[in-house]
């Protein structure tokens, strides 16, 4: 990494195409971005496209099994609740809640960690002994150990629920993209554009960012699924999203009494979850590998 | 030696002193600490009593030292849903969740070293598929559910096992696959790339070379070497193991920390939650460093 190196073919010939361009469409996963693709649809149609009202009583018809059993009817797909209310739009509902969580919490830790991590890389010193010291100590505290203590202290709720994602995963984009920065920092075209009298915030957006576009670009789409994850988890445990509002998770928890007669209560959004998180870290990986070879074994 | 010793112990003492700091920032945030200190039919007096003891009057720095130098001291409060010190109950539960997580990890092992060995050698064959298959499988499904799936299978289906309580080995079984199954996957993929980097080296191929039988020169020769980077993985999956055990402990309702913590913080039992998470970050970061330090011991290239 010195500065009489060549010319590093990276920046030569990769740069100045948009990701996209490169796209080798044979190959894509379609059957996950199809999923993924049904996923967001789910989540900005909402309510309307579910066949009932997700949150409509109608105790006559509680516990109807899916479609292909003898007691299931057309009309409740997967069955139906203990309170009657139809499982497939209860999850179409749940898509939303899901979409935004990991949405605002995929932003918010990615915008925050990445900021702090070309800090750290690029500065050094005392600046990134400082970021990276607090990273690790937030990394004692194990991440549901973290949300416990923190829904303990404030309501529990959507924003609860993003706030603790973001203090959880930013230390994941931090390191990352850190250790990518200290490498980048070293580049030739760096070290002009410092020469050519560039400020620190020139050289953040214009020679740093774009270079981490692609790592970015995969942490996000392999962070999908745990946030998914954890958001269940958190709703599960009734110390996420609350009702009338409905998530995934918030489903499994309200079924979960109910396992000896329905089933379909505890599987069908548990397939939600796990088709979801399949799809993203399949279309991550493919992502990954397409992007950024070296990082194959991420 | 001595110097990697120390200078674990130390950053494992900077951890462990700035997660209380964490843990304390965050029970000041809501701005009324005693009121989730206190039941919400807490009396005035000791509303009052307790905003003393605490010295909720003085600066924000001085009342961590407060908490710090009490919580040196074993004192989190008493548990004024169980009557005891919160320190006391943390220590009574915490056993149960030890055993859990140690029985999870012993069931990951055993199912991903005979499958990472296995993939590695017939590389390509079904073996690496469903080897592949249960990694995918294993990252995408949150834990409560495979437990919630195991009861449904197991306990409500075939009526083999129980799905609740702790009075026996058969109590442990579900629970310690739910909470086993995630790492499943890491462990599965460490072992397999371990394996096929062993594998194409040098001494394997003179020992395939010289007639070494395949069975001595896998098991034997190879796997010792690729448990190396499992190794150095095992500590975060063992910790990481203590925070699943919050939700796999309720699911099975498991008489673990895990559990005992959730619980406390539905009836706002503060002091519980705080030594909970505390105690739980301690354990954390002491397996990592105790890996820290195994790792030099068996690897001594990395004493440097």
Not at chain 1, 41 to 53: C, Q, R, S
Request: charged fraction near 15%; aromatic fraction near 12%.
């Amino acid at each position: 990494m010195s500065v009489t190196s060549a010319p590093t073919p990276v920046t030569a010939a990769d740069a100045p195409l948009p990701f996209f361009v490169r796209f080798r469409l044979k190959g894509a996963p379609w059957i996950p971005i199809l999923i993924l693709v049904l996923v967001l649809i789910a989540a900005v149609g909402g309510e309307g496209l579910t066949p009932h009202d997700p949150n409509g009583l109608n105790l006559g018809a509680a516990f109807k099994p899916p479609f292909w059993q003898a007691a299931g009817t057309y009309d409740y797909l997967l069955g139906t609740d203990n309170l009657g209310r139809d499982v497939l739009s209860r999850i179409i509902a749940g898509a939303r809640v899901s979409a935004i969580v990991a949405l605002y919490a995929i932003a918010f830790s990615g915008a925050i960690g990445t900021m702090l991590g070309i800090i750290a890389g690029y500065f050094g010193g005392i600046i990134d002994t400082t970021i990276i010291r607090i990273a690790e100590i937030k990394m004692a505290i194990p991440g549901l150990a973290l949300a416990l203590i923190f829904s303990a202290t404030m309501d529990p709720g959507l924003s609860t629920v993003v706030i603790v994602i973001v203090l959880t995963y930013w230390t994941w984009y931090c390191r990352i993209i850190r250790s990518e920065v200290l490498s980048l920092r070293e580049r030739d075209y760096v070290s002009f554009a410092k020469v050519a009298g560039c400020g620190s915030i020139t050289i953040f957006f214009r020679h740093l960012l774009p270079n981490i576009f692609n790592t970015l670009l995969v942490l996000m789409t392999l962070q999908v699924g745990q946030v998914i994850i954890f958001e269940a988890s958190l709703s599960f445990l009734g110390l996420g999203i609350q009702a009338p509002d409905t998530s995934w998770g918030l489903m499994l928890s309200d079924a979960r009494q109910y396992i000896t007669y329905a089933w379909w209560g505890i599987t069908m959004p548990g397939i939600a979850i796990m088709l979801t998180c399949l799809s993203s870290n399949l279309v991550g990986d493919w992502l990954r590998d397409l992007l950024d070879p070296k990082r194959r074994q991420l | 030696m001595k110097a990697i010793f120390a200078k674990g112990l130390l950053n494992a003492a900077i951890s462990i002193l700035g997660a209380s700091l964490i843990i304390f920032v965050i029970s000041r945030l809501s701005g009324d600490p005693v009121s989730l200190m206190l039941p919400m039919e807490a009396p005035q007096s000791a509303i009052d009593a307790l905003k003393q003891e605490l010295g909720l009057d003085r600066p924000l720095w001085e009342q961590y030292f407060i908490f710090l130098w009490k919580a040196l001291q074993g004192d989190f409060g008493q548990s004024y849903r169980w009557q005891m010190p919160a320190l006391a109950l943390v220590f009574e539960r915490l056993p149960a969740t030890i055993y859990l997580a140690t029985a999870a990890f012993a069931f990951s092992l055993v199912l991903a070293i005979p499958l990472g060995v296995l993939s590695a050698v017939y590389r390509g064959s079904w073996i690496d598929q469903i080897g592949r298959i249960i990694a995918m499988l294993g990252q995408a499904v949150p834990s409560f559910w495979v437990g919630l799936i195991l009861i449904l299978v197991f306990a409500v289906g075939l009526q083999w096992l129980p799905a609740f309580g702790a009075d026996g080995v058969q109590h442990v079984i579900l629970p310690a696959i739910a909470l086993g199954w995630y790492p499943v996957a890491a462990q599965t993929r460490i072992i397999r790339s371990g394996m096929l980097e062993v594998l194409d080296s040098d001494y394997i191929r003179m020992g395939r070379s010289v007639g070494t039988p395949e069975r001595l020169l896998v098991w034997k020769y190879a796997f010792r070497n690729a448990l190396l980077p499992l190794v150095t993985i095992m500590g975060v999956y063992f910790a990481s193991m203590l925070s699943g055990a919050f939700v796999v402990e309720t699911v099975f309702a498991w008489p673990g920390l895990g559990r005992t913590v959730v619980e406390a913080v539905f009836s706002r039992d503060y002091p519980v939650v705080q030594a909970g998470v505390l105690v739980t970050s301690i354990l954390f970061v002491l397996s990592n460093f105790l890996v820290d330090l195994s790792y030099s011991i068996i690897d001594p290239r990395i004493r440097l």
